[in-house]
């Protein structure tokens, strides 16, 4: 029994296949059909519309035969061409496009759209001109405040700001209230976008400008400085390093002194605001100094208060301070001292005071017969080493030197002369008062 059933079943089988195959061959050969597509005409249509849309392109011939679209005319340039081939194949139900566009050479067509956007361009400013109008009397407003405002500077000159700060903050006021005026008036014409492009560019370009210029902003700041800290006045005798002179001007890039010689030195204000600085004029009271050697055997105190009394008669020694004599050394054969002596500059020359004092003490020396000690050599010989004895100090008593000479110790007016006929014939910024 179950033989009979499995026989049956196979035999069922076998006959299904054949009905089987031939159905799916049936499916693979039905014809394929496509539900709701584009006609040509309705693609023809709608680029007609889109192209018509279009300044320029109403002019361009369309045709479509089975999704095909074939495009001929003429076109300005060959961008138009690409650009109206990619809208035809973005059209649906197009299924390729035939571009036969050229590129049109008469000088019409190519001015034509140029006219076009000439005119587009004058309507435009021709309505936003208002605006505008009232956007320039908003900058010319804020520029002549900040005119105003940057000269009148009387109350940067009441908070105790120099010359040159006062002139550098009237140039900030003037370009702050400006920029204001600008931003306002951009703002008025929707221009927010050129603000932006602006502010950038003025801060690439400000950048730029502090490394091409750093040095000269190093010393316009350092001028700056000077005019605030105030630490020399025209005339004054300063020493910066190895440089040495009398103060002309202050400018708003260097430092000018004239030299003993007579010669002008420039030199930058950032190096003398970074270098150590000697005023010789702001305390009129200065010292100098000098030695002298004397033979051991002479009594020091003795030398000593004779030299001292002698730089008590000479013209423009101050007596408070009084003059000092110290014993800085003793050697072998010799001593020796160092006379110092103060002067009133406002009076009396340091230089020539400093050598008349000299030759006084040495006058004063010499007819107390203190004479300065000779040079003392040993000799060994190499044959029976022997040594030479030196020599006994040779004394000699020479006459009194005659004080008739007149001594000069008056201050030396030939610099200042020359600074002073500097700046009344020279038009140069003096920043110093």
């Known amino acids: 029994m179950m033989t009979k059933r499995l026989l049956f079943t196979l035999a069922l089988l076998l006959s299904w296949m054949p009905l089987a195959q031939s159905q799916q061959g049936a499916n693979l050969d039905a014809e394929i059909r496509v539900i709701d597509a584009p006609q040509?005409?309705?693609?023809?249509?709608?680029?007609?519309?889109?192209?018509?849309?279009?300044?320029?392109?109403?002019?361009?011939?369309?045709?479509?035969?089975?999704?095909?679209?074939?495009?001929?005319?003429?076109?300005?340039?060959?961008?138009?061409?690409?650009?109206?081939?990619?809208?035809?194949?973005?059209?649906?139900?197009?299924?390729?496009?035939?571009?036969?566009?050229?590129?049109?050479?008469n000088i019409s067509a190519r001015v034509q759209p140029l006219t076009r956007r000439f005119r587009d361009m004058s309507?435009?400013?021709?309505?936003t001109l208002p605006v505008g109008l009232m956007a320039l009397a908003i900058?010319?407003?804020?520029?002549?405040?900040?005119?105003?405002?940057?000269?009148?500077?009387?109350?940067?000159?009441?908070?105790?700001?120099?010359?040159?700060a006062s002139n550098l903050g009237k140039r900030i006021v003037r370009l702050v209230i400006t920029a204001v005026g600008v931003l306002i008036a951009l703002?008025?014409?929707?221009?927010?976008?050129?603000?932006?492009?602006?502010?950038?560019?003025?801060?690439?370009?400000?950048?730029?400008?502090?490394f091409a210029f750093r040095n000269i902003v190093e010393n316009y700041l350092a001028g700056i400085l000077?005019?605030?800290r105030n630490p020399f006045s025209i005339g004054d005798q300063v020493e910066v390093g190895a440089f040495n002179g009398k103060v002309m001007r202050l400018t708003s890039r260097d430092t000018v002194?004239?030299?003993?010689?007579?010669?002008?030195?420039?030199?930058?204000?950032?190096?003398?605001?970074?270098?150590?600085?000697?005023?010789?004029?702001?305390?009129?009271?200065?010292?100098?100094?000098?030695?002298?050697?004397?033979?051991?055997?002479?009594?020091?105190?003795?030398?000593?208060?004779?030299?001292?009394?002698?730089?008590?008669?000479i013209p423009g020694v101050l007596?408070?301070?009084?003059?000092?004599?110290?014993?800085?050394?003793?050697?072998?054969?010799?001593?020796?001292?160092?006379?110092?002596?103060?002067?009133?500059?406002?009076?009396?020359?340091?230089?020539?005071?400093?050598s008349e004092a000299i030759r006084i003490v040495k006058l004063a020396f010499d007819q107390a017969a203190i004479v300065a000690p000779l040079a003392t050599y040993r000799v060994l010989l190499d044959n029976d080493a022997q040594s030479v004895s030196p020599p006994s100090a040779i004394t000699n008593n020479p006459a009194p030197a005659s004080h008739s000479s007149a001594m000069d110790t008056a201050t030396d007016l030939s610099i200042d002369k020359q600074v002073a006929e500097e700046l009344r014939t020279s038009d140069e910024e003096n920043l110093l008062k």
């Open 257 to 313: 002194l004239m030299t003993r010689d007579g010669n002008h030195l420039r030199i930058p204000n950032s190096v003398i605001i970074t270098s150590a600085m000697t005023n010789f004029t702001r305390n009129p009271l200065r010292r100098f100094e000098f030695n002298i050697s004397i033979p051991s055997p002479h009594d020091l105190a003795q030398a000593r208060q004779l030299g001292l009394d002698a730089l008590r008669g």
């Open 226 to 228: 000077l005019s605030a």
């Open 139 to 164: 900058f010319i407003v804020f520029a002549l405040l900040g005119r105003w405002a940057g000269n009148h500077d009387a109350w940067l000159r009441r908070i105790g700001l120099s010359e040159l």
């Open 40 to 105: 040509d005409e309705a693609i023809q249509q709608r680029l007609t519309q889109v192209l018509g849309a279009i300044d320029g392109l109403d002019a361009i011939q369309i045709q479509v035969s089975a999704g095909v679209v074939t495009l001929s005319g003429n076109v300005s340039n060959l961008r138009v061409a690409r650009d109206i081939d990619d809208i035809a194949r973005r059209v649906e139900g197009v299924v390729y496009v035939q571009n036969r566009l050229e590129d049109d050479v």
């Open 123 to 127: 309507a435009s400013a021709l309505q």
């Open 319 to 354: 007596d408070d301070p009084e003059p000092q004599g110290l014993i800085m050394e003793l050697g072998d054969s010799a001593a020796q001292l160092r006379f110092l002596a103060w002067i009133d500059q406002r009076e009396s020359d340091f230089h020539k005071s400093r």
């Open 187 to 210: 703002e008025v014409m929707d221009a927010t976008a050129l603000v932006g492009a602006i502010l950038g560019i003025a801060g690439v370009a400000g950048i730029a400008v502090g």
